[in-house]
T-cell receptor, first 115, second 114 residues
């Protein structure tokens, strides 16, 4: 079975704080992709990053960074120096190449950044 | 790149009515996906097309639901005899041919059943 767990339902931080959003996944497939999407109040899911299962190198893009660890089946997302515009629901998703093109989403983490 | 376009943005209808939603994918994308999202949950996969062929359907897609992509471009999702439980956001996404390409989502159609 494939599953994505985002245990943090809601996180509230004050602007400029760093925040980490956790994502744990389950799959039996050896080849898979992991994704993070942002859903602002407007509703559109915005693609942030894709990682494949063979590339455990961490990635940084501006204030965003991602930590992929196969040993713990985790793909965590850190926002450094958070801003009010970062307030949104963030979804982690999994796609196993061997079985399907569909995305399996977690239940999301709502991030509120207060000024 | 105009993005994925969905119409209408909102649909309010009475229980038992039929509704149809439209999705226009990014023009060069050959794969098109439909998802459903209820409040407080992540999107759940419904079905996907490669060009005009419907290649996978979720068990969530009951016989009251039908999706088409007749010319391999836009797609429609029809729900017949709507029920209260159909109230949700219906999201469309598209992607290019390679399996590692991300899916790009539209703004969704929010369906409310009275």
């Amino acid at each position: 079975a494939q599953k994505v767990t985002q245990a943090q339902t809601e996180i509230s931080v004050v602007e400029k704080e760093d925040v980490t959003l956790d994502c744990v996944y389950e799959t039996r497939d050896t080849t898979y992709y992991l994704f993070w999407y942002k859903q602002p109040p407007s509703g559109e899911l915005v693609f942030l990053i894709r990682r494949n299962s063979f590339d455990e190198q961490n990635e940084i893009s501006g204030r965003y960074s991602w930590n992929f660890q196969k040993s713990t089946s985790s793909f965590n997302f850190t926002i450094t120096a958070s801003q009010v515009v970062d307030s949104a629901v963030y979804f982690c998703a999994l796609r196993s190449v061997d079985s399907s093109y569909k995305l399996i989403f977690g239940s999301g983490t709502r991030l509120l950044v207060r000024p | 790149d105009t993005g994925v376009s969905q119409n209408p943005r909102h649909k309010i209808t009475k229980r038992g009515q039929n509704v149809t939603f439209r999705c226009d994918p990014i023009s060069e994308h050959n794969r098109l996906y439909w998802y459903r999202q209820t409040l407080g949950q992540g999107p759940e996969f419904l079905t996907y097309f490669q060009n005009e062929a419907q290649l996978e359907k979720s068990r969530l897609l009951s016989d009251r639901f039908s999706a088409e992509r007749p010319k391999g471009s836009f797609s429609t999702l029809e729900i017949q005899r709507t029920e209260q439980g159909d109230s949700a956001m219906y999201l469309c996404a598209s992607s290019q041919g390679n399996s590692n390409q991300p899916q790009h989502f539209g703004d969704g159609t929010r369906l409310s059943i009275l």
